[in-house]
């Protein structure tokens, strides 16, 4: 049995990734998530963000390595939203679960690759959740799928546990740095805001709070993920898992995320007791002994490639180390690394146009070319900046100007740091670009 399996359970050394085990948590983890996710999108577009976020922009911002993906046009990304609320219904009910499953992971990952300035940690959550369901039988239980079975192997539920902890750990992980435990940073600039809350929201103006708060949340972050694996300590667990995500929901605007992962941790409550919580319920699921089984070799390539999700999921958060700097300043290594709620940045930047073929010079506004949360984004993040420097390069290469050169002036604040120069205005964007190797054109935060 592969690498991957046993990293699951790494503190059980008995553990058997064959086990058959009751499939009512692959159903929960199914219900729920497609629940909470239609719930998800119908909010997106009756916020108008569809139009706001995709449509509205007359240039987009692709990730490295996806530059391939565009946005596909208005009628189309509209149709994208229907397939996924369409297919998530599907999932829900246990119907056409495989071909739904498909659709929604491949179109929800295509939106969340159109423009990196939206990136959320939430929305590469989902995607990961959304690719597991698909190599997993969700929709073998509790479901309108007419073969219905009671047992499935412990792995199909464990790597959902597996995928919630190392949310949790590399969150609780990113806390431990000096702005987190030592100056209570983000948290003492932004409990403040909440101090018009009834009853608590005097205490919110203390800088005890802030740092009660950060040191709760980097201890929580780091000890749930195994509380919530320990059969004693479970029930507790829970309480703090619903009492810390919405005190979150509360105070910070981050979205569905506290809503998606306290649910879809109840993925830890012991098979034998959900069924116990279903009977009591009366709740029918069909169920027999009929067990679900992978042939061999679907067994030998899933297994090939959650060794590769594991290793991926538990290596790739380090990334940053191979870069020079600081890692809150410079981000070279900081997205998909579980990094939750951890800055303030900010930032204010022009563009610098060097003709070299008149020697005159003029700026470009990014407030011209972007919208309000675009511009706010790329002026703090580096490949962005570089991005949008080569899209003023092709702007103004249509208009005439062939032969230029762009430099960035370009200030920002980390954690109430005090403004400072983010960028090197010497350098010449135009002949920079975005990649994996260091971006030395980022000045030292220090």
Request: hydrophobic residues 50%.
């Amino acid at each position: 049995m592969s690498f991957a399996i046993y990293t699951m359970k790494l503190l059980d050394i008995k553990y058997n990734p064959y086990k058959e085990i009751s499939a009512l948590p692959l159903a929960v983890v199914r219900i729920l998530f497609s629940s909470i996710m239609i719930i998800s999108l119908v909010r997106f577009w009756a916020m108008g963000w569809i139009k706001q976020f995709y449509v509205d922009p007359i240039m987009h911002f692709p990730y490295y390595g996806f530059e391939w993906i565009k946005f596909p046009g208005e009628t189309l990304i509209y149709a994208f939203y229907v397939l996924m609320i369409l297919s998530l219904v599907f999932m829900m009910i246990g119907r056409f679960y495989k071909i739904s499953s498909i659709i929604f992971f491949t179109l929800f990952t295509y939106v969340e690759l159109i423009d990196k300035s939206l990136y959320l940690n939430h929305y590469y959550f989902v995607s990961i959740i959304a690719l597991l369901l698909i190599l997993v039988p969700a929709d073998k239980v509790f479901s309108l799928n007419k073969k219905q079975l009671l047992q499935v192997p412990a792995w199909t539920i464990d790597i959902f546990k597996f995928q919630i902890s190392v949310v949790y750990l590399f969150a609780g992980i990113a806390k431990l740095n000096p702005d987190w435990l030592i100056y209570a940073m983000p948290l003492k600039l932004w409990l403040p805001a909440n101090s018009e809350l009834p009853i608590i929201g005097s205490l919110l103006k203390l800088e005890l709070t802030a740092y009660l708060a950060s040191w709760f949340g980097a201890i929580y972050d780091l000890t749930i993920w195994y509380f919530l694996l320990n059969s004693k300590t479970r029930k507790y667990a829970y309480f703090f898992v619903f009492a810390f995500h919405l005190s979150t929901a509360i105070f910070f605007n981050i979205g569905m995320f506290p809503y998606i992962i306290s649910l879809l941790s109840l993925v830890f409550i012991d098979s034998a007791q959900m069924e116990k919580v279903f009977k009591k319920l009366s709740l029918k699921t069909n169920i027999n002994n009929y067990s679900y089984r992978f042939n061999p070799l679907r067994n030998i390539v899933i297994s090939s490639f959650l060794t590769v999700f594991v290793l991926f999921q538990t290596l790739y958060p380090f990334r940053h180390i191979f870069y020079e700097g600081d890692l809150f300043w410079n981000e070279q290594g900081y997205r998909f690394g579980w990094r939750v709620m951890l800055i303030e940045k900010a930032g204010t930047i022009d563009f610098k146009i060097l003709d070299n073929s008149t020697g005159k010079t003029f700026y470009a506004r990014p407030s011209d070319f972007l919208t309000k949360v675009q511009e706010t984004q790329m002026a703090t993040q580096a490949d962005m900046i570089v991005s949008f420097a080569h899209y003023l390069k092709e702007h103004y290469k249509k208009i005439g100007l062939n032969n230029i050169s762009i430099y960035a002036e370009s200030f920002a604040s980390l954690n109430g740091s005090g403004t400072k120069r983010f960028i090197d205005p010497t350098v010449d964007l135009t002949k920079e670009k975005d990649g994996f190797e260091q971006k030395d054109w980022i000045l030292s935060f220090k």
